[in-house]
């Protein structure tokens, strides 16, 4: 099956790597890229959001612009420093790039092609160390020993409120339509785990679907954080974070989903 995989960068000087890759590559940020780049500055486009929005400035740009021009039935995102890969590589050195480039996803293989979407394998909140949560939120430890101290009471919404603002998912969520809001709660609720870093591969017909529920919800939670009150990363890119923890919801909810790993390789590495 063919595929269009997009790949996000902020450094121009990684072009080569990822065309050699066979991804297409994405400049996000103020930096000048070639003309060899999509940017989220063109046509109808928010790229003024970049700084809280992340990736999806271009996904939403993508969606106004471009979707309907691309001619593939797959289309995938991957970033600059992280990629799908077919297999679990256990060396955390840097691998020469021909052995990067074997075994990163750059096609869709006959074990693919029965399902709709590809997903990062899930990250779980319940090995995230205690000693950090100490150390960086001395206070929910104090108010919340218990489910802290306790993996499997470590959820969605818990984490979400240690690390983006307590009651902002809850009041994100009030935002969604009807037919998300509850279900999307009850998810964040009860699950100890998502698919990470807003990285997806899926079908070009789902992505159009998912683009018209998340964008109007993100827009409407401008209306809750607005972008001159948040201070620090884990509340400037808040809407990022809303959105990855969306992505595992609607598409295991409404795709055939696998996993595959994800690797964290910074192009930059390679000279």
């Not at 400049?27 to 046509?43: A, E, R, V, Y």
């Not at 486009?45 to 691309?70: A, C, M, R, V």
């Not at 240690?162 to 709660?185: Q, T, V, Y």
């Not at 992505?207 to 948040?230: G, I, Q």
Request: hydrophobic share 35%; glycine share 4%; with cysteine.
């Amino acid at each position: 099956m063919s595929i269009a995989i997009f790949c996000i960068t902020l450094k121009p000087e990684n072009e080569k790597f990822i065309k050699d890759l066979s991804y297409i590559p994405v400049g996000l940020g103020d930096k000048k890229f070639s003309k060899n780049f999509f940017t989220d500055k063109s046509g109808t486009n928010i790229s003024n959001k970049n700084p809280f929005y992340g990736e999806y400035t271009f996904h939403y740009w993508l969606w106004k612009n471009y979707l309907d021009k691309i001619d593939h039935e797959w289309v995938g995102f991957c970033q600059y420093r992280k990629f799908f890969v077919k297999k679990d590589l256990f060396d955390e050195s840097i691998p020469p790039f021909t052995k990067l480039k074997e075994n990163v996803i750059t096609k869709v293989d006959s074990n693919i092609e029965k399902y709709d979407c590809i997903l990062g394998k899930k990250y779980s909140l319940e090995n995230y160390k205690l000693s950090k949560i100490v150390k960086h939120h001395l206070i929910h430890f104090l108010l919340n020993p218990q489910k802290l101290f306790f993996k499997n009471k470590r959820s969605i919404k818990f984490h979400f409120d240690i690390f983006h603002g307590k009651g902002n998912l809850d009041s994100a969520i009030d935002l969604l339509d009807i037919k998300e809001k509850e279900s999307f709660r009850e998810y964040v609720n009860n699950h100890s785990h998502f698919n990470p870093h807003n990285m997806f591969i899926c079908k070009k017909k789902f992505l159009k679907s998912y683009y018209e529920v998340v964008f109007p919800w993100l827009f409407s939670c401008e209306k809750l954080f607005k972008f001159d009150e948040l201070e620090g990363f884990g509340k400037k890119r808040i809407f990022g974070f809303l959105a990855e923890r969306f992505l595992s919801y609607w598409f295991n909810k409404n795709c055939s989903v696998i996993e595959f790993p994800i690797i964290h390789k910074d192009l930059s590495l390679y000279k």
